[in-house]
């Protein structure tokens, strides 16, 4: 069965930093583009990044660029999501998603397959 784990979520203060991990089991995503999606209560799951099977690829919302970064590393079947200059809004659970294999990436959340429980990032104003 295949899965995704998300870990690395906590309570940071504005300005801080957090790096999330999504680590794959039950079979390889080696081939799979992968994405972090986010959401609050009451919103929609929202596109955060999203980085293609190799990695030389990668995307983010508007809202992200800059501060966050997206990389992967497939000898260990992990994907990471690395937060910087954190702020309040950035308050949600965020998720790993991953596409069926050799899909180009994409940044619709219709679009991936395979979804994460999620993991809570706290920011503090």
């Known amino acids: 069965q295949a899965q995704l784990v998300e870990s690395g979520g906590g309570l940071v203060r504005a300005g801080g930093s957090l790096r999330l991990s999504c680590a794959a089991s039950g079979r390889t995503f080696n081939w799979n583009a992968m994405g972090w999606f986010r959401q609050v209560p009451g919103k929609e799951r929202e596109f955060v990044a999203a980085?293609?099977?190799?990695?030389?690829?990668?995307y983010y919302a508007d809202s992200v660029k800059g501060r966050f970064t997206i990389s992967r590393d497939n000898a260990k079947n992990t994907v990471y999501l690395q937060m910087n200059s954190l702020k309040a809004e950035d308050t949600a659970v965020y998720y790993c998603?991953?596409?069926?294999?050799?899909?180009?990436?994409?940044?619709?959340?219709?679009?991936?397959?395979?979804w994460g429980q999620g993991t809570q990032v706290t920011v503090s104003s």
């Open positions: 980085i293609n099977w190799s990695g030389e690829s990668t």
């Open positions: 998603a991953a596409r069926r294999p050799f899909n180009i990436v994409a940044t619709t959340r219709d679009d991936y397959d395979y």
